[in-house]
C-alpha cells in the first residue's frame, strides 16, 4: 500500500516536498513513479526513480524544478518541488510496479500499485 503526502495551498515560486511511503512491503526491486492529474486533463507523467540503483528520469517540462530521491532506510519516496507554477495544481500520485520497461515508465496503465493522490494548488 502507498501512502502519499504533502501536498498543500503555496505561492508561485514557492516549494513543496510531496512524501510516498509503502506500507507493508519494501519498494526494493520497483520502480517508483509520481504522476500528476489536473482537472479536466489526463493523468501526467512527472519523474521516476528505480529503487535499485537510484536512476531517475523526468519529464523534459518539469527538468531542473522537481527532483525525485529516496530515502532506503525510512522506505519513502519524495518529491522536491521548487519554484512552483499555477499550472502546476494538480493531484500528484506516486505508484509502483514491479515489472516494468523503460519505454512505457510515463504509461499509468503499467503500474499496479498506486497511492490516493495528494492534491498540489499554487496560486498565482
Known amino acids: 500500500q502507498l501512502q502519499a503526502s504533502g501536498g498543500g495551498l503555496v505561492q508561485a515560486g514557492g516549494s513543496l516536498r510531496l512524501s510516498c511511503a509503502a506500507s507493508?512491503?519494501?519498494?526494493?526491486?520497483?520502480?517508483i513513479t509520481w504522476f500528476r492529474q489536473a482537472p479536466g486533463k489526463e493523468r501526467e507523467f512527472v519523474c521516476n526513480i528505480r529503487w535499485s540503483g537510484g536512476i531517475t528520469t523526468y519529464a523534459d517540462s518539469l527538468k531542473g524544478r522537481f527532483t525525485i530521491s529516496r530515502d532506503i532506510a525510512k522506505n519513502t519516496m519524495y518529491l522536491q518541488m521548487n519554484s512552483l507554477k499555477p499550472e502546476d495544481t494538480a493531484v500528484y500520485f506516486c505508484?509502483?510496479?514491479?515489472?516494468?520497461?523503460?519505454?512505457?515508465?510515463?504509461?499509468?496503465?503499467?503500474?499496479?500499485?498506486w497511492g490516493q493522490g495528494t492534491l498540489v494548488t499554487v496560486s498565482s
Open positions: 505508484a509502483a510496479s514491479s515489472r516494468i520497461i523503460f519505454s512505457q515508465i510515463g504509461v499509468p496503465s503499467s503500474y499496479a500499485y
Open positions: 507493508g512491503s519494501t519498494f526494493r526491486g520497483y520502480n
